[in-house]
């Protein structure tokens, strides 16, 4: 069982892309957290909240003001959108697919920091973490490719970056970092997957959460991986 010891007893959890391979493993978790008090998973699939639409965004805002959530966690995205997977050569460079990765990979999450942070905890200590990806860190690419997703990844790391700094003005006991979650055994990594060795998403879910729970004050505006090392920019 993975607790989340550095928030407080009956904690509030907020989990969006609840429906993803890496998501549906997280609100296992979540639901079987003794401290967890309180969960709401919401996704596309299930429940209508559309990232890439502020008015859905701002809808489900208006729904949860009041709670004072602790955890939010972000486990929303895609590499392979409307049928189309990520680029071998900047020659397959599409200007609509591209925008399409950063609609969801970056413009989305942004939009729901614009929307959510305001509903975390002011006083107690709060943990944000959005799903980004190591192939999104311009200084460890090594291989190029996939020039789509791994900027838009690239973009959401500097989201996450300059977000946390203007929070951590007015809330001084919030964690907000980016997450590279390993590579998982879910719908998105699975054509690419060959001679790959994935995790099982139970066990990327855990880890993530076992690095987020450990995470100081100090290290808000970081992009660390599930095992708790920290990723170069
Ligand atoms: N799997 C890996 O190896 C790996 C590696 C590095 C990084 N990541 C990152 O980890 C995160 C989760 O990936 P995953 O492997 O769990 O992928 P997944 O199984 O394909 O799940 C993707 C999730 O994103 C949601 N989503 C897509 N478009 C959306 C939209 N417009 N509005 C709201 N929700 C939307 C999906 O909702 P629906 O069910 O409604 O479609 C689903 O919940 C992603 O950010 C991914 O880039 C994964």
Redo the contacts with the bound molecule.
């Keep these: 069982m993975t607790e989340m010891s550095s928030l407080p007893q009956g904690y509030v959890a907020l989990l969006i892309?609840?429906?993803?391979?890496?998501?549906s493993a997280m609100k296992r978790i979540l639901r079987n957290d003794p401290r967890c008090g309180d969960l709401t998973a919401l996704?596309?699939?299930d429940d209508g909240?559309?990232?890439?639409e502020e008015a859905s965004v701002t809808a489900f805002a208006e729904k949860l003001r009041g709670k004072k959530f602790h955890l939010l966690v972000c486990?929303?995205?895609?590499?392979t959108i409307d049928g189309v997977g990520p680029e071998k050569t900047i020659r397959q460079l599409d200007p609509d697919v591209m925008a399409a990765q950063f609609r969801?990979?970056a413009i989305?999450p942004a939009l729901l920091m614009k929307h959510f942070l305001p509903l975390l905890h002011r006083e107690e200590r709060t943990i944000s973490a959005f799903?980004?990806?190591?192939v999104g860190s311009i200084g460890d690419n090594r291989l190029g490719g996939w020039i789509s997703y791994r900027s838009s990844?690239a973009a959401l790391n500097q989201i996450i970056r300059t977000a946390s700094i203007e929070f951590k003005r007015t809330h001084p006991n919030a964690v907000l970092v980016g997450i590279?979650?390993?590579?998982?055994e879910?719908?998105?990594?699975e054509p690419f997957s060959r001679g790959r060795e994935?995790m099982r998403?139970e066990d990327a879910a855990s880890r993530m959460m076992e690095t987020l729970d450990a995470l100081s004050n100090a290290q808000t505006g970081s992009f660390v991986a599930y095992d708790g090392s920290s990723i170069e920019w």
């Design positions: 892309g609840a429906s993803g391979g890496i998501g996704s596309r699939r909240l559309d990232i890439t486990a929303t995205g895609a590499l969801l990979n989305g799903l980004s990806a190591r990844k590279h979650p390993g590579t998982v879910t719908g998105l990594s994935r998403p």
